[in-house]
């Protein structure tokens, strides 16, 4: 089993269990809820220096860093909701990408976090069990929400925000708490990524790493639990399978992404429904046991 889980293949699998967190996040604000997020990059670097900081100064278990980094990412989602959250659409966008570079900037700047050198050594406790378990808690988490009344009504605001508002559903509330729940899973992201590779700076949390995710849940589907954990599980993947074309590699990348849209504007599993799918299926071959 060594050629299996060697140190190469460790890492990429950690990688895409820490994307997948991080991308269903984003799911449930842009996917789920209709509103386009591009600071998803600032809630994984709130979560992996807030983490950091807490193993490093204070040296408290990995458990608490871990939960710690991602309520505090979650509380700058509530933070950024209330004055952002009234905006739509592009306006939403453009204020969270500015968000994403004021903390970008902040993080530069202080001390405490490193300035630009960054923080290191960071303990190292990622390890595979612990992110996949974290992964089948988050899946497990988005489902429920999804089939719930705010899951409901998550949906009806990505629908119609006015229609909702008159159907007496507070759009406001539900978009914070929407922003509240993504930015826990980003900062849960941010930690895991922070004990796993034991250094981190400003660099690795820049306005690239926000398209990147967004990518991500544009490619899977929007809405589509199992098509974001297809598109990070793709997109994370592809960077290591087109090394043989290292120097053209954002080409491919590139290219790849532009054929998906044109064959699959809505992404790889963008409006399809897996218990309807399945409930289908399963009629179809009792008729068939029938005949």
């Known amino acids: 089993m060594d050629f299996i889980f060697n140190d190469y293949n460790l890492r990429i699998l950690i990688s895409v269990g820490i994307y997948i ?9 842009t996917g789920v809820t209709g509103q386009l997020s591009l600071g998803h990059a600032a809630f994984m670097s709130i979560g992996a220096y807030t983490s950091a900081l807490i193993s490093m100064k ?14 505090m990412a979650s ?10 959250l009234r905006l739509t659409g592009d ?3 453009i204020a969270t990408l500015g968000f994403a570079e004021i903390v970008r900037v902040l993080l530069v700047n202080m001390q405490f976090t490193g300035g630009a050198l960054g923080l290191s050594p960071i303990p190292n406790k990622t390890n595979l069990y612990i992110v996949y378990l974290l992964v089948f808690v988050v899946i497990f988490a988005m489902y429920r929400i999804e089939n719930s009344r705010v899951g409901r009504a998550f949906l009806a605001i990505r629908e119609d925000e006015i229609a909702a508002e008159a159907m007496g559903i507070q759009t406001t509330k539900y978009k914070i708490l929407a922003f509240a729940m993504g930015a826990f899973c980003a900062g849960l992201g941010g930690a895991l990524y922070a004990h796993y590779i034991t250094y ?5 949390f820049g306005f690239m790493k926000s398209i ?9 589907g929007m809405g589509s639990i199992p098509g974001t954990i297809i598109g990070a599980s793709l997109l994370t993947l592809a960077p290591e399978t087109l090394r ?21 504007p809505n992404g790889l599993l963008g409006g399809v429904n897996f218990r309807n799918l399945v ?13």
């Open 21 to 29: 967190i991080m991308a269903l996040g984003l799911n449930l604000i």
């Open 244 to 264: 043989f074309v290292d120097e053209y590699r954002m080409l491919f990348y590139g290219a790849m992404l532009i054929a998906l849209m044109i064959f699959r």
């Open 91 to 93: 306006y939403l966008a």
């Open 200 to 204: 981190i700076n400003p660099i690795d």
């Open 279 to 291: 409930f289908k299926t399963f009629k179809l071959n009792r008729s068939s046991q029938g005949k």
């Open 212 to 220: 990147e995710i967004l990518n991500m849940v544009v490619l899977g």
């Open 58 to 71: 204070l040296g408290l278990p990995f458990g608490v860093a871990l939960l710690a980094g991602a309520l």
């Open 75 to 84: 509380f700058f989602g509530v933070l950024v909701g209330f004055p952002t």
